[in-house]
């Protein structure tokens, strides 16, 4: 790569936390950037300002010394300028890279310890806890009707309890079983009016796996099958086991 990132090397992955590699690194990037205009550096401008005097003539001496001197003096002044200008632009480069480079450290910590503690919280979690959430939820959602029976009670108001469990204990592992694995899960197509609800294994529709509230402890799958007639599979929600085949009678 050419232009201000010549000679920086590809940034590095400092998951070890090593302050001094990264604030290196910010002073390398910093440094090329500064010396990116492609004009000369100090002493090869102090060279070439000096020549140019002695070839003009402007300053000679009674001797070879003296039209030195002369010719040098001011190249040497600007090039002294130069050298303290370079010494405070280090110093800045330090100070600025050291601050980016603490600050990267910090918010590495901080990740670190949003995921530990994000790992940590889960960990630990007790299910009973998990259940007790949904439960809340659904008993604020089934609350809000009863002040306002308007519309269609909602499903998780009906069937809070189960619903709860099976948002906790069977959903999150039901890609675990090769007879659930990969599949789409829903509850079971249904429609509501008022406080009443109705079941319709019509809409089901194959490659998806669905949860009937009312009949806590099984899944239904639609399958089709080669001549193209349906049939539906009844599943043990605890082991996959298929315990009805439509089909079969």
Same mark, same amino acid.
């Given at each position: 790569?050419? $232009? ?12 070890? =936390? ?23 550096? =100090?002493? %090869? ?11 003009? =003539?402007?300053?000679? =001496? ?16 600007? @090039? /002294?300028? %130069? ?38 919280? @889960? ?8 259940? %007790? ?46 007879? /659930? ?5 829903? @509850? ?10 109705? /079941? ?46 439509? %089909?079969? $009678?």
């Amino acid at each position: 790569m050419e $232009g201000i990132m010549t000679g920086i090397k590809p940034r590095t992955n400092y998951s070890d =936390g090593s302050l001094d590699k990264r604030v290196n690194e910010y002073k390398d990037i910093m440094r090329a950037a500064q010396g990116a205009s492609g004009g000369p550096d =100090g002493l %090869s401008q102090f060279l070439i300002r000096g020549g140019m005097n002695l070839v003009s =003539g402007a300053n000679e =001496g009674d001797n070879v010394l003296q039209t030195l001197a002369g010719a040098y003096q001011k190249p040497t002044e600007q @090039l /002294f300028a %130069s050298l303290d200008k370079k010494a405070q632009q280090e110093k800045q480069i330090g100070l600025q890279s050291a601050m980016l480079g603490i600050r990267g450290e910090q918010g590495m910590e901080l990740a670190r310890l949003k995921r530990l503690g994000e790992s940590k919280y @889960l960990k630990e979690e007790p299910l009973s806890r998990i259940k %007790s959430n949904y439960l809340k939820q659904y008993a604020a959602a089934d609350r809000e009707y009863i002040k306002q029976p308007y519309g269609d009670r909602p499903i998780e108001g009906m069937f809070k309890e189960n619903l709860a469990d099976f948002n906790t204990y069977y959903r999150p592992n039901l890609d675990k079983n090769k007879n /659930f694995k990969g599949k789409n899960v829903a @509850l079971f197509p249904h429609t509501i009016k008022k406080s009443n609800i109705e /079941f319709k294994k019509d809409d089901m529709m194959a490659g998806t796996i669905y949860y009937k509230p009312d009949q806590k402890n099984f899944m239904y799958e639609r399958v089709i099958d080669e001549d193209g007639t349906s049939s539906i599979l009844i599943y043990n929600i605890r082991t996959g086991e298929i315990l009805k085949d439509t %089909s079969k $009678g």
